[in-house]
């Protein structure tokens, strides 16, 4: 959908109610809470391969299997929690991402007590969120350097699937960046 100027919500989340409502209420707001924060990491990495919506649509049995996302709770759970997981159909069963997500438990854990998760995760955007101002979808990026270097701290730290484009698009989604077209009404 090329833009002309008027006022337009962003066109990726298309006409679906469930995306609609995302993009007007969540996507690209800023979000300072560090839990809340791990959940969006988490389900970034679980989209990997797949399209966001059907990790909306799989978002409330996600908070339900994995304990609302605490990673105090996530971080004490073994190969027993892993299997049930696994067997879950309300999620993506994938082994390599479930058990990653008990090693970004972990690694919350060690970040939250050393400096934060929010702060750790929003030093890269120097604490405020960034401002583009996109015309049309093709002038979004898919990654920047600040993505390139959350994705190399939280892989030192112990997490998986957080490539660059993964952490960006996380970014997005927590309002780190503000890459909401300008035509948009959510701007």
């Given at each position: 959908?090329?833009?002309?100027?008027?006022?337009?919500?962003?066109p990726w989340?298309?006409t679906d109610?469930l995306?609609?409502?995302?993009?007007?209420?969540?996507?690209?707001?800023?979000?300072?809470?560090?839990?809340?924060?791990f959940?969006?990491l988490?389900?970034?990495?679980?989209?990997?391969g797949?399209s966001?919506?059907?990790i909306?649509?799989?978002?409330?049995?996600?908070?339900?299997a994995f304990?609302?996302?605490?990673?105090?709770v996530?971080?004490?759970?073994?190969?027993?929690?892993?299997?049930r997981?696994?067997?879950?159909?309300?999620?993506?069963?994938?082994?390599g991402?479930?058990e990653?997500?008990?090693?970004?438990a972990?690694?919350?854990?060690?970040?939250?007590?050393?400096?934060?998760?929010?702060?750790?995760?929003?030093?890269?955007?120097?604490g405020?969120?960034?401002?583009n101002?996109?015309?049309?979808?093709?002038?979004?990026?898919?990654?920047?350097p600040?993505?390139?270097?959350m994705?190399?701290?939280?892989?030192a730290?112990?997490?998986?699937?957080?490539g660059p484009?993964?952490?960006?698009a996380?970014?997005?989604?927590?309002?780190?960046?503000?890459?909401?077209?300008?035509?948009?009404?959510?701007?």
């Amino acid at each position: 959908m090329e833009n002309k100027g008027e006022s337009a919500r962003c066109p990726w989340c298309g006409t679906d109610p469930l995306y609609v409502t995302y993009h007007d209420q969540e996507w690209g707001r800023p979000e300072r809470d560090p839990q809340r924060l791990f959940e969006l990491l988490i389900l970034e990495g679980f989209q990997a391969g797949l399209s966001w919506i059907t990790i909306l649509r799989k978002r409330t049995a996600f908070r339900t299997a994995f304990h609302g996302f605490d990673p105090r709770v996530i971080a004490t759970w073994g190969e027993a929690e892993v299997t049930r997981l696994l067997a879950d159909p309300g999620i993506v069963r994938h082994r390599g991402k479930i058990e990653g997500t008990l090693r970004g438990a972990r690694a919350w854990l060690r970040i939250e007590a050393r400096e934060g998760f929010s702060p750790f995760l929003w030093s890269f955007t120097g604490g405020t969120p960034l401002q583009n101002r996109p015309i049309r979808m093709a002038d979004v990026p898919s990654r920047t350097p600040q993505s390139e270097a959350m994705s190399k701290a939280l892989k030192a730290e112990g997490f998986n699937f957080v490539g660059p484009t993964i952490t960006y698009a996380f970014m997005q989604a927590a309002g780190m960046v503000n890459d909401h077209l300008v035509s948009c009404p959510q701007r």
